[in-house]
């Protein structure tokens, strides 16, 4: 576990590998919202902290439950059970504690438990930090730290987005091209610039 | 008979999951690299499509009202267990090319998107027609997404070269490929659309 190894797990989460462009997961909230910038931020920012949360979760699951019990094929239904029932836990204690910030995230929430992205990082964490059922050593740190950069990465792609977006409305596009046409083409361009970030990988 | 068929018929052309309803992309674009990985990422998801299809028909009305997401998120994952484990014992190669997207099949929102729109008010037997058409129209657009990537950007189909000597535009076979086809095809959707109304 050295700094190395965290720098690794940044560049590619966030560049090399970006869950958007790279591994489309998350797309259709990508081309969803990413219309305006501030639902595009309120998106992304909650979509950081479930991963986040939800990679640290489903990591203790398991290692502490399904590994010792043998039961590593229910991988799946528990996972995303466990992130659904984080997503109602997070939106139920937000409308409670913060109103303004209920209003700000509220609708993205639930759209949030089926966002492939959050599971997509719980997979992900269990196939590179897991070798044969064992957890590597620090396993349990870099899956907390890759659903940040997964959530980072997402954040890059989401506000470049909508940043291009926006200009977008002011531009004469032709009809049968606009808004999701022109929006695959314009991330296959993003997408394609990212690509120069393949020469970092280690 | 015809409005039976017309239930298993929509979901090809008129409600097609991925170029009208916008549904399921991650995996589309993601598995889309050759019609092999094209065909066999929609027999998976057809298979979870129909068995969740079914269940949900069979018990929605014991399912209460409120936990319905939860109760259809189980069933969806049950069969996206199945299809794992069926794939990891009969065709690793193929369960190693479409790595992360076999669990994602679970938050594929056609599934999830059916179960609710569809499965939950309707009978078993037109859930199950559904659950086929939609289920074959997102591997027909499967197919036809990977055909284009795979014969432009490696020159083959099936893995078979199809024209001699035709430099391969290696782009398309990398994931910006995959948006920039999606994003002409639904352009070019668009165009027949509008110059038939």
Redesign the interface.
């Given at each position: 576990m050295t700094l190395a190894h965290f720098l690794t797990i940044f560049i590619s989460a966030v560049f090399v590998y970006n869950v958007i462009?790279?591994?489309?997961?998350?797309?259709?909230s990508f081309?969803a919202i990413s219309k305006q910038t501030k639902p595009a931020l309120a998106m992304s920012l909650a979509v950081m902290f479930v991963t986040t949360m939800s990679s640290i979760i489903t990591w203790l699951i398991y290692r502490f439950l399904l590994v010792p019990f043998n039961l590593e094929?229910?991988?799946?239904?528990s996972f995303?059970?466990v992130i659904?029932?984080f997503v109602q836990f997070v939106e139920m204690v937000i409308r409670k504690i913060s109103p303004p910030m209920y209003r700000f995230f509220g609708i993205y929430l639930p759209l949030i438990?089926?966002?492939?992205a959050?599971?997509?990082v719980a997979?992900?964490n269990i196939?590179m930090f897991f070798i044969n059922g064992k957890a590597v050593q620090g396993s349990f740190y870099y899956s907390a730290f890759q659903g940040i950069c997964v959530g980072l990465g997402y954040t890059l792609a989401m506000l470049l987005m909508s940043g291009i977006r926006e200009r977008l409305e002011l531009c004469n596009v032709?009809?049968?091209?606009k808004d999701?046409?022109?929006?695959?083409?314009i991330?296959?361009?993003?997408?394609?610039s990212f690509?120069g970030f393949n020469g970092f990988k280690f | 008979m015809k409005r039976l068929f017309g239930e298993f018929l929509k979901g090809i052309i008129r409600e097609n999951p991925t170029f009208v309803l916008?549904?399921g992309?991650?995996?589309t674009?993601?598995v889309s690299v050759t019609v092999i990985n094209g065909i066999g990422m929609g027999i998976a998801a057809t298979f979870v499509l129909l068995g969740s299809n079914i269940i949900i028909a069979m018990i929605k009305n014991t399912i209460p009202e409120r936990v319905r997401?939860?109760c259809y998120?189980?069933v969806i994952?049950?069969f996206?267990?199945i299809t794992?484990?069926l794939m990891k014992a009969y065709s690793p190669a193929l369960n190693r090319a479409l790595?992360?997207y076999v669990?994602?099949i679970?938050?594929?929102?056609i599934v999830?998107g059916r179960a609710e729109a569809y499965a939950s008010k309707n009978s078993v037997k037109n859930s199950f027609l559904d659950g086929l058409g939609m289920g074959v129209g997102f591997t027909l657009a499967l197919i036809l997404i990977s055909g284009i990537r795979e014969f432009l950007g490696a020159g083959k189909l099936m893995g078979q070269t199809i024209v001699k000597g035709f430099e391969p535009a290696f782009?398309l076979g990398?994931?910006?490929?995959?948006?920039?086809v999606?994003?002409?095809l639904?352009?070019?959707f668009?165009?027949l659309k509008?110059r038939k109304t």
């Open positions: 462009l790279s591994r489309f997961l998350g797309l259709c081309i094929y229910l991988r799946t239904i995303i059970l659904a029932t438990t089926v966002n492939c959050v599971l997509g997979v992900l196939d032709p009809k049968a091209v999701f046409p022109l929006g695959f083409v991330a296959a361009i993003m997408s394609l690509l | 916008l549904l992309l991650c995996p674009l993601a997401i939860p998120i189980v994952a049950t996206v267990t794992e484990l790595g992360i669990p994602l679970v938050v594929n929102c999830l782009v990398m994931p910006s490929g995959a948006l920039l999606i994003g002409l639904l352009g070019f668009n165009v509008n």
